[in-house]
């Protein structure tokens, strides 16, 4: 449950904060998921790699549902002859990596503070 | 170890991002900041148009307007601005064309002023040096200079520049043009002075061009005698844009009186000039207008009909738009980045440009009276250049001072000895302080009514020189050979001068009222196709390059047409049909000696001689007869061609080597590493074998036709292949009336009937949107690539019933 709460965190934060900032505060919308949530460390970069996948992926599937494929086709050929679904997959796993990095960090970060505190125990 | 962890996972996280969004630090190729580029939130898919969801209606703010401004958008994606006075309408246009265009118009200015290398590094400093060393942003300076002279029509141009840098401003976010997230960097504010540049960049594109080397290395080489003969100024053949019909008779008489020197030959400079090869403007520009009255047309209305071929380019470097105010109605094409519209039509009146080939681009070798060439002699005295710095940011390095010396004449252009025209001053009509607001006639023929205002308006217009072509609902139609035309001696600026002496300067220049031009003419119809202004009998002396095929198509078609329709125009500007391979193929054909040639050619012959001299896409006839006659040029000329390479020097023209055909045993066609004695059967034959030899396979392959030779396409403007139209499949050559050539070709088609109301057709090879990721980026290519055309939306009146007539309708306040 607790992961399905921090996975809807990323999506929904990731939304908003992605309209007003830069891409790669998608880091930062990872790392205060994870920190908040405190799960492993690769837990938390699996929701991470989701939530930021899907945040990204969603939007740019529906631009490109819209525009018929037209640009993504152009960008592809411009990059190497790549096909739409594979430049829509490169863009979900960028989005994904970024936030799931984020996310690793926060969440090891959490532990370091523990381990200042002197709470030592592993979260759930 | 948990600390280890944490600092692991935060350098690859920054190490991540730092890689993706600072691709400067990994190389220094002007790539995307992929992590950005990427971003449905900031990237390229905020760039994929919608291609059927449009907003019904929208309100657009905050606008610095006077009144409230409503834009209709047409199915085809034009925009009909309808504002209550042209003060609006401008800012309104500015704003308009850099939501569609802006980054070809940021793109276009910086090329123009020699800004590139800032952008994309130390390969483009060549090509900034040369933009800065003729000095495009000192000659558009001196153009606002004299603009502002002109406060109300000034104002156009800032309110323009204010829509511009309005949408700028407000760029929504995620929203900036495609190329500025794939090259990473961002669009600058626009200013007059840019709008100076782009116009200045447009005459570059169109008067630019000169030999004088080659032509003074011919005459040195050749000698008088045989230069004259290969090299003649005037081909008989052609239909020149204004005829002699006795109308300069007193004129001579007055100007012999006047002014005998200008009769006598001027210094030239005779010593050869070593050349390596440079870049030369494209013989593909050129256009073609035409009017015909209402004594020719079934409407018993005039037609007016242009097509400007210019590089095909997407974006378009044509913008369509209407403004509609409550004195003006005016609708067209403008230049993505100037306001106004350049060709077009209003209610009453319409209006097209062909370019002049008149040379007005002339060079002067510079007498340096001392070692680091800063001190020169003019007229016995000793004068110091005048030394101009620069400063050329270069992307990834330490900008470059570059120092220009300006002479009295104008520029030193190359420096380095061993470049063409090393050492020389450039004298450039457009390079000079304007005499007039040049835009202004354009101002003018927007509201134009009659024929007296299209004069007086077109007057404005000093330079690039154009064919300015017009019609009226009033049944006049008219041409002028419009612009600044320096006043020459005989042979004067056709070679190099001798530039230590005023003397050899241009005399003032041709009063407007004895420049050419034509009006009602009896045969009902004035037309140009950028062929010679006058007959030689035209008491001022000129030079340059003109078409030689083009205005014996149109002048020979509308001759003989009569009950014209705006189809049969439409019909007429896609025209195929070659008078250069009428001309040449009947003595090639006769010449040949079929004894020598192998079996093969024999077919090849029979199809040639079957040939209708159409430049059709799927045939191969036209493949054949222009590889040939590319062969039997070298072949011809090769008393040209041996010439060392160090010496730049051109074959004659091809109407010149058309007529030599006939003197079939002329010394010319002997090859002059022979023994025997060739004639032109004999080059005839050889040359016919070097066609097929070059051609080979694709002869018998038969799917080779004339658009694999001709290879028509419409490049992005940074010549993104992925952007760009490749191989469009379509008839037509430089030398027909559809002037398709490569990528050069009919940039804007258009014909407007002059009935009440008047009727208008046209469209562009691509669309008003700049964006690659929008449907209407190029959506009008095939229409346009097959001969088609779309009736414009000349709207009398706002028209907010017939919402669905519309993509949207937005209203600016």
Known sequence: MKHLLQLIIILGLGWFVQQHSPWWTMALVGAFAAFTFHKRRWTSFMIGLIGGGILWFIPAYLANLENNGLLAQKIGVLFGELSPNLLLLLTATIGGITTGLGAWTGSAGRYLMQKTKGNDTQPK | ?813
């Not at chain 2, 002109?150 to 104002?155: R, T, V």
């Not at chain 2, 005039?302 to 044509?318: A, E, Q, R, V």
């Not at chain 2, 927007?446 to 007057?459: E, G, H, I, N």
């Not at chain 2, 706002?798 to 600016?812: C, H």
């Open chain 2, 1 to 813: 170890m948990r600390r280890f962890t944490f600092f692991l996972a935060l350098v690859l996280t920054i190490g991540f991002i730092v890689v993706l969004e600072r691709p400067d630090f990994v190389s220094s190729e002007p790539i995307p900041r992929m992590g950005h580029f990427l971003s449905p939130f900031t990237g390229f898919w905020k760039n994929a148009t919608p291609d059927s969801y449009f907003p019904e209606k929208e309100v657009i703010d905050n606008q610095q307007l006077i009144a409230p401004v409503t834009v209709q958008t047409d199915t085809l994606d034009v925009p009909h601005v309808f504002a209550q006075n042209m003060d609006d309408a401008m800012f309104v246009q500015g704003y308009l064309t850099a939501r569609d265009r802006l980054w070809q118009m940021d793109f276009s200015a910086r090329a123009t002023a020699g800004r590139l290398a800032e952008l994309f590094g130390p390969d483009l400093i060549p090509y900034d040096t040369n933009q800065r060393r003729i000095g495009f942003t000192r000659s558009a300076q001196n153009a606002i200079n004299e603009w502002s002279k002109n406060a109300a029509k000034m104002h156009f141009v800032e309110r323009y520049c204010q829509g511009v840098n309005a949408y700028i401003n407000q760029i929504p976010k995620g929203e900036l043009p495609l190329e500025f997230k794939l090259m990473n960097y961002k669009p600058e504010q626009w200013t007059p002075l840019k709008v100076a540049l782009l116009f200045k960049a447009m005459a570059k594109t169109l008067n630019y061009s000169h030999d004088d080397i080659e032509m003074t290395n011919l005459r040195t080489v050749l000698g008088q005698k045989a230069f004259d003969f290969l090299y003649p100024e005037f081909n008989p053949k052609q239909k020149t844009v204004v005829p002699d019909f006795g109308q300069w008779d007193s004129l001579k008489v007055r100007l012999a009186a006047k002014h005998p020197s200008w009769q006598g030959a001027s210094s030239i400079d005779s010593t050869l000039t070593t050349a390596l090869p440079f870049p030369k403007s494209n013989p593909g520009v050129g256009s073609n207008n035409w009017a015909v009255s209402g004594k020719k047309t079934k409407s018993g209305q005039p037609i007016l009909c242009n097509d400007p071929h210019l590089s095909l380019t997407l974006p378009s470097i044509w913008y369509m738009l209407q403004i509609h105010t409550p004195d003006v109605n005016t609708m067209g094409v403008s230049l993505a980045g100037i306001p106004g519209i350049t060709i077009g039509f209003n209610e009453d009146v319409a209006w097209g440009v062909t370019n002049v080939g008149q040379d007005v681009n002339d060079w002067y070798r510079i007498t340096w009276t001392n070692k680091n060439h800063t001190r020169y002699l003019l007229d016995k005295e000793e004068i110091p250049v005048r030394i101009i710095l620069d400063t050329i940011l270069v992307k990834g390095q330490k900008p470059v001072l570059l120092e220009t010396k300006l002479t009295n004449w104008g520029p030193i252009v190359y420096d380095q000895p061993n470049k063409p025209y090393s050492g020389m001053a450039m004298k450039w009509l457009s390079n000079e302080p304007s005499s007039t607001f040049e835009l202004d006639a354009f101002f003018g023929l927007m509201k134009a009514k009659t024929y007296d205002d299209y004069v007086a308006a077109a007057q404005n217009f000093t330079h690039p020189a154009q064919n300015m072509i017009f019609a009226s609902n009033q049944g006049d139609i008219a041409i002028r050979v419009q612009g600044n035309f320096p006043i020459k001696s005989p042979q004067q600026g056709r070679f190099i001068q001798d530039g230590s002496s005023t003397a050899n300067d241009w005399h003032g220049f041709i009063p407007q009222d004895e420049i050419p031009q034509l009006k009602n003419p009896d045969r009902g119809f004035v037309f140009s196709a950028n062929q010679n202004s006058t007959p030689p009998s035209y008491p001022y002396y000129y030079s340059g390059g003109f078409n030689d095929y083009r205005c014996r198509s149109i002048h020979n078609k509308l001759s003989s047409m009569s009950q014209i329709t705006p189809k049969d125009m439409m019909q007429m500007q896609n025209d195929d049909y070659s008078y250069k391979a009428k001309d040449a193929l009947p003595f090639m054909l006769a010449a040949l000696d079929t004894s020598e040639l192998q079996s093969g050619a024999f077919p090849l012959i029979e199809q040639l001689k079957n040939w209708d001299y159409h430049f059709r896409k799927d045939r191969l006839e036209p493949v054949l007869f222009t590889e040939w006659f590319k062969k039997l040029k070298e072949r011809t000329w090769d008393e040209i061609a041996q010439l060392p390479d160090s010496i730049a020097v051109f074959y004659p023209e091809d109407w010149r080597t058309i007529a030599l055909m006939s003197d079939t045993t002329h010394p010319y066609f002997d090859l002059a590493f022979t023994e025997e004695v060739e004639d032109f059967s004999d080059i005839a034959t050889l040359s016919f074998g070097d066609m097929m030899e070059s051609l080979a396979e694709k002869i018998t392959s038969k799917d080779y036709f004339w658009k694999d030779y001709n290879r028509p396409s419409i490049n992005h403007l940074a010549r993104l292949p992925a952007f760009s139209k490749k191989n469009i499949n379509m008839s037509g050559q430089r030398n027909t009336i559809n002037a398709i050539n490569g990528d050069f070709g009919p940039s804007w088609r258009m014909v407007v009937e002059l009935t009440k109301p008047i009727k208008a057709y046209g469209l562009i090879p691509g669309g008003a949107s700049g964006n690659p990721g929008s449907p209407y980026y190029d959506n009008m290519v095939d229409d346009w690539a097959n001969g088609k055309y779309y009736e414009l939306m000349f709207l009398k009146d706002l028209d907010m019933t017939a919402q669905e007539a519309f993509l949207k309708t937005e209203i600016f306040r």
